[in-house]
């Protein structure tokens, strides 16, 4: 083994929307995980592979921790709270702009729990005057003993590399246990119907909360394109007919987004067809839960 290579686990935790799917796409320089600006986003556990000639990091994208509602909430804080487990390092991610809480607290707790270093990331310093980022260092670094206080803006790039190198520094020597052009465990089907997911919420707003599932039925080769059946779930027919749009305008613009960001990932021309299904409840059918892929 080359005794010089550094190789490790790193957990990337923090409340909802602080920023973690943006930096972890931005450390891995591709998207693996889909980004909005609403809360529970990450469904699953992602885990997104960094190499470089010096080391291998392992992230674990989490959904945030919070108060579950329902049987989907409480299996995502279960994934959360199971990455904390034999790993090198916690990136405790918050968002500078906006105000601490018991939730901050609460969620230190939880790390403090693991024993492992804990890194300090202000997110968005993007929206903050240089005076604001003192103060909220000054603050945090009163608040615990993290190993590391790193301002950093994940959506602009500031201070990202800075992160990467000082995780390489406290790494122990090891193993690539990935091939070097391994992203993510994400099975290609999931990333598919992730990024489908993601458009949608972005063009329903708050209209579809967390009311949808996409579900991939099918993706094979087709006349030199890759045809991809899929179906969105909805909980109500309101929520159908937003989805869909008048003369399907939301559906087909949802299509169009998707479709450029999968022939991307996929590297092919790709043929997208999706439909729209109401199937009531399906967050809290266990059953349901496992056939959207969120299980262990
Ligand atoms: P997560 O729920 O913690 O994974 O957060 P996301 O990565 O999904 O980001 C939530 C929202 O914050 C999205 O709208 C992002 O574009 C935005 N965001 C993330 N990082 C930054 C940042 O550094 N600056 C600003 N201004 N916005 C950010
Ligand atoms: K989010
Ligand atoms: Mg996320």
Known sequence: MNESFKSGFVAVVGRPNVGKSTLINRIIKQ???????????????????????????????????????????????????????????????????????????????????????????????????????????????????????????????????????????????????????????????????????????LATRDEVPHAIAVYVDEMKERGGKIYIRMTVFVERESQKRIVIGKNGAVLKEVGRLARSEIEHLLGNTVYLDIWVKVRSDWRNQASALSEFGYKN
């Open 31 to 201: 998207k693996v995980s889909i980004v909005s600006d609403k809360a529970q986003t990450t469904r699953n556990r992602i885990l997104c592979v960094h190499t470089d000639d010096a080391c291998q990091i392992v992230f674990l994208d989490t959904p945030g921790i919070h108060k579950p509602r329902h049987k989907l909430g409480k299996f995502m804080d279960e994934m959360a709270y199971q990455s904390l487990q034999d790993i090198d390092a916690v990136l405790f991610l918050v968002a500078g702009n906006e105000k601490r809480g018991p939730g901050d607290l609460f969620v230190l707790d939880k790390i403090a729990a693991a024993g492992v270093p804990v890194f300090l990331l202000i997110n968005k310093i993007d929206k903050l005057s240089k005076g604001d980022i003192l103060k909220e260092i000054t603050d945090y670094a009163n608040l615990y003993d993290f190993a590391q206080i790193i301002p950093i803006s994940a959506l602009q790039g500031d201070n990202v590399d800075t992160v990467v190198a000082e995780l390489r520094k406290l790494l122990p020597s090891g193993p690539k246990y990935f091939p070097d052009d391994m992203m993510t465990d994400q099975p290609e089907r999931l990333l598919v119907a992730e990024i489908v997911r993601e458009k949608l919420l």
